[in-house]
């Protein structure tokens, strides 16, 4: 049976097809413009990955599917506690021709955290995947470090701009296995990059609610730039984080990209 203007019916579904093809292609366009894909990354909601001037020799920290283990670990300690994947870290000791000769990652965000006030920092902390062979290259408190880059507005500094907070946990609870959230606020030490704060360096280590004290001196209050998991420059280190969580929001590191999910 022929349609109208001498095309067969077989013809005119083709045509139809092709049509609903462009279509869809025409309006995926559109709304990729609209969710930032025309690169503007102020409107795109992942702004996760590694921080490139913090990176020294090869290291790698990638979004990968789990860990799932160690072999014979059963249980919510054999998988991510978030979804299906995790950041994986690997940083090695000796590998550069500087000195030291140790690698370093830093796995962050320069766009969300800006600006905001580090006295605000009430909540922080992650999961780890510990393993054994980590605690031998660098006994138990071998492990990845929470860092957040920031301006620390001192009154008695004010043209130094520029410091880094750090958080050094303590041992991992478990190893070969998942733990539960370690919490940044309850355990381990913070200091500050810098020796802007002598109470509170590497020598000096504190609390994060007295390195927040040490920092309020008048000035117009510290400021975040940025936030980061990171690894180094000290000992090699191969395992994963996930659920890194800063004050409301947890992120979930999973293999297609970073999810934030908002807690009470």
Known sequence: MSTRFGVTRGKALVVAALAAIVASTLSGSASAAADGGDGDHTRRPDHWGVIARNTIGSPVADLRNGPFGSFGVTGPAARPPYGRGSLGIAVADDSTT????????????????????????????????????????????????????????????????????????????????????????????????????????????????????????????????????????DHMWIGAVDGLRVNRDVYDFEPDGVRTLRTD
């Open 98 to 233: 500087l000195s030291p000769p140790s690698e370093k990652v830093d796995f962050g965000n320069e766009v969300d955290f800006y600006g905001e006030p580090v006295r605000g920092l009430r909540r922080v902390g992650f999961h780890v995947f510990q393993t054994g062979e980590n605690v031998t290259y660098g006994g138990p408190e071998n492990m990845p470090n929470i860092r957040f880059e920031i301006d620390p507005n001192l009154a008695a500094l004010p043209n130094d701009n520029y410091s880094t907070l750090v958080w050094v946990p303590g041992a991992a609870p478990v190893t070969n296995r998942w733990s539960g959230f370690i919490d940044a606020t309850t355990s381990g030490y913070w200091y500050l990059t810098g020796n802007e704060l002598p109470v509170c360096n590497q020598a000096a280590r504190c609390s994060l609610d007295a390195l927040k004290d040490a920092l309020d001196d008048g000035g117009p209050g510290a400021t975040v730039l940025t936030a980061a998991v990171g690894k180094g420059r």
